[in-house]
T-cell receptor, first 118, second 109 residues
């Protein structure tokens, strides 16, 4: 089954304790992205990756890191989490970066990771 | 900075009625997406609108795009309870998607 898998689904942790949220897709997609969703703010893009070893900042990258060493994986790293990073996080992927060929490709979203940082 | 505004943000409507959700955006783009999110769930792609004048329909939902007016609409025809969800539009800017804040739709008997 084609899917985007995030782990963990829920996490409660404390300020300053490094954490990683994993994201893996089995569709051989080139483009992957992380979003955070907050009440009243919709979804905001954190980072995206157009292919292996190619990443770039989205609208709210502060306090986050990403890496893309393999095509299928795109982990989100919080080196020193703070309470303002408490949010619902989504990973998404699409076959190609949005403006390129296969222009109609929507992004496929994972089930989300709810992070609470105390 | 690309701004994407949806309205209304909350919508309660009776079954059988029609209504339209609006999505305005501030800079040029020729790619617009509509997504649906059920409570506690992920986002599901509904429509991808690729060009000016594009219209797509799926069941009771119809989406359109006017790139000159920077406006997309999601029209709901004869609403049913199963359509209760939050609907997001998203506009492409470079390689990034900018989402609206979402419209929470509740369809009541």
């Amino acid at each position: 089954e084609a899917q985007v898998t995030q782990n963990p689904r829920y996490l409660i942790t404390v300020t300053g304790k490094k954490l990683t949220v994993t994201c893996s897709q089995n569709m051989n997609h080139e483009y992957m992205s992380w979003y955070r969703q907050d009440p009243g703010l919709g979804l905001r893009q954190i980072y995206y990756s157009m292919n292996v070893e190619v990443t770039d900042k989205g609208d709210v990258p502060e306090g986050y890191k990403v890496s893309r060493k393999e095509k299928r994986n795109f982990p989100l790293i919080l080196e020193s989490p703070s309470p303002n990073q408490t949010s619902l996080y989504f990973c998404a992927s699409s076959l190609t970066p949005p403006p390129y060929r296969n222009r109609g490709q929507p992004q496929h979203f994972g089930d989300g990771t709810r992070l609470s940082i105390l | 900075e690309l701004k994407v505004e949806q309205n209304p943000l909350f919508l309660s409507m009776q079954e059988g009625k029609n209504y339209t959700i609006y999505c305005n955006y501030s800079t040029t783009s020729d790619r617009l997406y509509w997504y649906r999110q059920d409570p506690g769930k992920s986002l599901e792609s509904l429509f991808v609108l690729l060009s000016n004048g594009a219209v797509k329909q799926e069941g009771r939902l119809m989406a359109s795009l006017d790139t000159k007016a920077r406006l997309s609409t999601l029209h709901i025809t004869a609403a049913v309870h199963d359509l209760s969800a939050t609907y997001f539009c998203a506009v492409l800017r470079g390689y990034a998607l900018n989402f609206g804040k979402g419209t929470s739709l509740l369809v009541t008997p």
